[in-house]
């Protein structure tokens, strides 16, 4: 659960961030300095690696348990004794769902989450661009 708060609040951060950014960069009187800039930037790029680290470990134990299933499969299991392919049985009952990073079991953390998310953001960030656009007219 505290995984999936943590990934929604960082997908609105990451939109209100960039909105902030720029609608800051775009106004004629209101200029950044560098230090202001380089923090707004690196509290982007910081919650951008945390949820990529999350999303990396997701994908390497989907990956890892992928591969688990697929080495018993492969194995010899006719050379072996019978109380080990009954163990054998069971690694590959268990292995026919792959063990993944959940949050709040609504979604499993990998690349394409990360990637989804980050596309989510832009488009909201786009839309409130063009909300302010609008309301500036």
């Known amino acids: 659960m505290m995984l999936l708060v943590q990934m929604l609040a960082c997908s609105l951060q990451f939109c209100f961030q960039g909105y902030q950014i720029i609608s800051i960069l775009r106004k004629e009187h209101g200029q950044l300095s560098f230090p202001q800039l380089a923090f707004l930037i690196s509290l982007l790029v910081a919650m951008g690696s945390q949820l990529f680290v999350y999303c990396y470990v997701g994908q390497n134990l989907i990956t890892e348990s992928t591969k688990l299933s697929y080495a018993a499969y492969q ?9 080990d392919a009954r163990d054998l049985l069971l690694v590959i009952l268990r292995a026919r769902t792959p063990l993944e990073i959940t949050a709040g079991k609504f979604c499993s953390f990998s690349f394409s989450l990360f990637c989804d998310i980050v596309k989510n953001s832009v488009g909201y960030l786009s839309v409130l661009l063009a909300v302010n656009e609008q309301s500036n007219n």
């Open 75 to 83: 194995c010899d299991w006719y050379k072996l004794t019978v109380q």
